[in-house]
Nanobody
């Protein structure tokens, strides 16, 4: 089992920045990737960014150039630096990780961007 805990959400004005972090614990060996999804009210959960075990990154088009995913100080952490935030970035952000066919999710952290 892998446990994921997010931190760093909050309220920020449009144009501001936030940094989310996710710490994985438990059986974290051989994780294929760690990443972030988000879910806005009334919408489906959508992919935001991913960092693979081979250090490849990928982003949804709407955040390219504004968000950066990176590995933290330890192998079992990942961060999402979010700059130039927009009201449409408001959502609950979920950390996710996978090992083989198993996908794990955190409980989410709220990000609210005011206009």
């Amino acid at each position: 089992q892998v446990q994921l805990v997010e931190a760093g959400g909050g309220l920020v004005q449009a144009g501001g920045s936030l940094r989310l972090s996710c710490a994985a614990s438990g059986s974290i060996f051989s994780l294929n990737y760690m990443g972030w999804y988000r879910q806005a009210p009334g919408k489906q959960r959508e992919f935001v960014a991913v960092l693979t075990s081979g250090n490849t990154t990928n982003y949804v088009d709407s955040v390219k150039g504004r968000f950066t995913i990176s590995r933290g100080d330890t192998k079992n952490t990942v961060s999402l630096q979010m700059n130039s935030l927009k009201p449409e970035d408001t959502a609950v952000y979920y950390c996710t990780a996978a090992r083989g066919p198993r996908v794990y999710w955190g409980r989410g952290t709220q990000v609210t961007v005011s206009s």
